[in-house]
């Protein structure tokens, strides 16, 4: 063992008349510690928060959106999705028909927004069979006049699996006694639950030729879902999408309809991680503070180690491990800490919040390894920093005069 970190770790675990210092050395590392901690769970809250709403609203719905403009639905749509299945990086294409009705159940009545999916592609019926809590997916033909429901929908109809509701579509539809709203009488086959508190208390979902025969666009579409393997080239398929889409509709993406949301959560992030990162700030000056006393405590040490031929590089040496200890010490045990915190607030739900308000039924906590790595590297950048003068003014120190009056 070198002598300077024998000398350092002496230092650092100072008895009896010196156990002032090795207080302020224990209050340094705490502040270190609660530091790290703090910003450890406040990023992961964040990053959290963001993933799990990111997760529910691209499960529920889709990367890219060509919606029809005319009103009329647009025709010959399978033409069109076979074409977009042929470029890289779709994953999947998905004709919907949707329409906002008013919806009838047992014991309350609401409005919603009837969507309308082709549940015998493979890939729609897997996503909705996961997501079901109960019941079955609407059949088609002969036993498409059924309708799925969300969770929180069907608990405020009152409804439950086998009952009847009655949809009354905005679309008029004209007899010989004037025009009437479309009224379909449907059995609930199956309740669903995405976990987005706003898309299962306001959506239900029928068989796709049950939606077009409500909307009155038989053999149309008003809207065309598309998933990519990377969400975030969406931009870059929406150049391609457009020079193939029909010139009635219009493409958007995810990031558009979701702008303002994910835009707030980043400042959001970037300005938490700058407010808690002043506590590891706090702290360095403590780490400062700590190695100063030192300094003045040690001075005759520093001139009896500099007298026996030690070099001021050697005393430098000594006080940047003390701080450095502390950093590393107190970055350690805040980053074990911090990261315990995490897995105890999953493992047993300890935040709740109003999912009615939040989307989400309690507050997830998810750090990601570069921002794990951030935090880490920060603390002990900036303990590593807070001991560059202390260990400069020790190694200044005059040998002659530390020992004149000895």
Known sequence: MKFEWFVAKRYLTAKRKQAFISVITLISVLGITIGVMALIIAIALITGFQKDVQAKILGSTSHIMVSDLSGKGISDYEVFLERVKEMDGITEVTPVAYITVFITGPYKNSGIVLRGLDF??????????????RGDLPGSGAE??????????????????GDMVTVL??????TPTGLFPRIKKLRVTGIFRTGLYEYDAST??????????????????????????NIFKAPAFKEEIRDIIPPETYVTTWMEMNESLFSALKLEKKLMFFTIALIILVAALNIIATLILMVMEKTKDIGILMAMGATSQSIRKIFFLQGATIGILGTFIGTVLGLAWCWLA??????????????????????????????????????FVSTLFPSYRAAKIDPVGALKYE
């Open 346 to 383: 999953n493992t047993f739900e300890l935040i709740k919040v109003p999912i009615d308000i939040y989307q989400i039924p309690f507050v997830p906590f998810k750090i990601g390894i570069l921002d794990l790595l951030v935090i880490i590297f920060s603390a002990i950048f900036i303990s």
């Open 120 to 133: 015998e592609r493979e890939e729609t019926a897997s996503f909705w069979k996961d997501n079901l809590e």
């Open 169 to 174: 579509s905005v679309s008029n539809r004209l």
């Open 204 to 229: 239900a979902l029928v068989d796709l030729k049950t939606a077009q025969n409500i909307i009155g666009i038989n053999n149309k579409v008003n809207l065309i879902q598309i998933k990519i393997d």
């Open 144 to 161: 498409g006049e059924n309708i799925l429901l969300g969770w929180d929908l069907a608990f405020d109809l009152g409804a439950g699996v």
